[in-house]
């Protein structure tokens, strides 16, 4: 009777029955080698797959639906640059930042679904300590908790992290944060594919999946009813940001004032890139509405192409920093955004029980990307900002984007 509950369906036959609909029935081909807790973990997997959805995403990675923007539908982005706002205005806008907050009109949204992996770490990326003895999440609450306002922090995990994330917290007491303003969500996952179409068992007792992107974030947080919990306590103004960026600054009271005076629903802050040729997307308008295009996608002469001042036309980088009304959330939540591809290298268990382990990508990942939810809206409110005040990321274990350049930053930058 329990096997048939957790199935949802009358038996393991006809559970069967439908991988065999959609060619996944190899998921339960060791399913008799299980121990009851690994057949309990792997039906649980499998009951929490969209197979429909599935589908249409690996017909999608087939066809290569990704389409290439045509170079005329394509204009510069209009931007502040915040050094030339005056002393004057940036008090202004300072003040009215502080009334929103003031009013309990701000929060905050973390994505945190992450494992430190790439650095070699164990555990939640966010738990990752850089060098100084304070974790990403540490470096993070401090500053919201030393803008002096009760402002409610949410963040996004996944399951593969979210019970530790929560037992990190836990041991450390919220780093002396409010525990009732720290709310953990978590976000979808979805399995990865190999070429040929199967789902990637990564053991024989579990299913190779992944965060389905930071666009995630608008359906994740009507299905946790986060959403319902900002409508409660009044939030207006929603700022989103990622775990790995040391330079976030989510108690900027100036960037909430400018964008709420511009009167846009969504703001956004913006890096010059370093050259033509670094590998970021960049702000610009396609056919009239604001979008983020990636590098991959702007021609080699538009991405050189400068101005009368000599700056790079095309050359403002999104770099995860954004506000948003709440009503953009309202609007986008239940429609979700659309499914990017990309080609991952992953190892799997084969049909014979074998581990196999790539040597080159293999296995398509799906993700969603905010900056997708831009285009639904007339305009939005670009702040340039100056990368060594509000950008370095831990991303790599050396080299660019690691713990050595982010502390450095880190320690140079104003607190």
């Known amino acids: 009777m329990y096997l048939r509950i957790l199935l949802g369906v009358d038996s393991l036959v006809d559970l069967v029955k439908m991988l065999k609909k959609y060619n996944q029935e190899h998921l339960l081909g060791f399913y008799d080698e299980l121990d009851e807790d690994g057949k309990t973990n792997l039906i649980s997997q499998i009951k929490g797959i969209d197979f429909e959805l599935i589908s249409e995403l690996y017909e999608m ?58 650095l070699g770490h164990t555990g939640p990326k966010g738990t990752f300590d850089i060098g100084i003895g304070k974790s990403l999440f540490e470096i993070q609450c401090e500053r919201i908790r030393n803008m002096g306002f009760n402002v409610p922090w949410y963040i996004m995990t996944s399951k593969e992290n979210d019970a530790d994330t929560k037992a990190f917290f836990e041991a450390n007491n919220y780093f002396g944060y409010d525990k009732e303003n720290i709310i953990f969500f978590t976000q979808r996952m979805l399995p990865m594919m190999l070429e040929n179409g199967r789902i990637v068992l990564e053991e024989k007792n579990r299913i190779k999946e992944g965060a389905d992107g930071h666009g995630g974030i608008f359906r994740a947080m009507i299905e946790s009813g986060v959403l319902g919990d900002m409508k409660r306590r009044n939030i207006k103004w929603i700022f989103t940001c990622g775990i790995d960026n040391v330079l976030t600054r989510p ?62 036309v095309y050359g403002d980088a999104h770099i995860l920093l954004n506000l948003f009304n709440i009503s953009v959330f309202e609007k986008m939540g239940g429609r979700g955004l659309p499914y990017h591809v990309a080609l991952k290298k992953t190892d799997y268990i084969n049909e014979k029980g074998e581990k196999v382990l790539a040597d080159k990508p293999n296995a398509y990942k799906f993700e969603a990307f905010i900056f997708d939810a831009f285009s639904y809206f007339d305009d939005i409110a670009i702040l340039r900002v100056k990368r060594e005040e509000e950008f370095a990321p831990v991303k790599n274990k050396e080299g660019e984007d690691s713990p050595k350049t982010a502390l450095e930053l880190y320690l140079n930058a104003d607190k």
Not at 91 to 108: P, S, T
Not at 261 to 271: A, N, P, T, Y
Not at 297 to 310: C, L, P, V, Y
């Open 251 to 312: 108690n900027d009271l100036m960037f909430l004032g400018y964008v709420s005076e511009k009167g846009s629903m969504i703001g956004c802050k913006s890096l010059v890139k370093r050259g033509p040729s670094e590998k970021v997307g960049v702000f610009c308008k396609i056919k009239g509405k604001p979008s983020v295009i990636e590098y991959t996608e702007i021609s080699e002469e538009m991405a050189n192409m400068r101005d009368e001042k000599g700056n790079l």
């Open 61 to 118: 990675a087939q066809k290569g639906s990704d389409e290439k923007t045509d170079p005329s539908d394509i204009q510069p982005m209009a931007y502040t640059d915040k050094d030339e706002i005056s002393s004057v205005n940036k008090d202004r806008y300072k003040a009215i930042g502080r009334k929103i907050c003031e009013n309990g009109e701000y929060a905050v949204v973390t994505m945190a679904g992450g494992q430190g992996t790439r």
